[in-house]
């Protein structure tokens, strides 16, 4: 049974589940260029430059997924504007895929940007991460013009909220 709520985005569980979630899409993204995985410093710059503090009140929400009790999960909410958020951080552990992991984050998103009074989602990935894109086509979100320029931004989705 998954549980999804709001936390503390310094927790150890959520620094633990964004750590795994930047070595995982980093290693895909190294292992597709470079035919390597990334190195420690590698990753530790990624970290560095990609802080994820602004998850947080006032700026943000990060959620914490839980499955039988374990951390297994997350997604985190930038306020963009007052009718949008932007959706990141999206990750299920490796042995938690496949339990309803990713939907469940997805629903509870809707929830919460709705509660901030949000109208839209926006989002961005790679190319690469298919099961990402697959799973936010199959939750309503539909691609879109680029909205911002970064090289890992290969591909933009947004979803209308009723």
Not at 35 to 47: D, F, P, S, V
Not at 82 to 107: D, M, Q, S
Not at 147 to 152: C, E, S, T
Request: glycine residues 10%.
């Amino acid at each position: 049974m998954w549980i999804i709520e709001p936390a503390d985005v310094n927790s150890p569980d959520a620094l633990t589940l964004l750590r795994e979630y930047f070595v995982d899409v980093a290693d895909r993204y190294y292992l597709l260029h470079l035919g390597r995985r990334g190195t420690t410093e590698e990753i530790e710059t990624g970290l560095a430059e990609a802080p994820s503090d602004d998850l947080a009140p006032p700026t943000g929400v990060f959620l914490l997924g839980t499955y039988d009790g374990k951390a297994a999960g997350c997604a985190g909410l930038r306020i963009k504007d007052a009718g949008t958020v932007e959706l990141g951080r999206v990750y299920v552990r490796p042995a938690f895929r496949g339990t309803g992991g990713g939907p469940a984050l997805l629903a509870a998103v809707d929830d919460v940007a709705r509660a901030l009074g949000a109208t839209r989602i926006i989002l961005d990935t790679r190319l690469d991460l298919t099961e990402a894109r697959a799973l936010y086509t199959k939750n309503g979100f539909e691609e879109v013009s680029p909205y911002k320029q970064d090289k890992y931004a290969e591909i933009c989705y947004a979803k209308q909220l009723a």
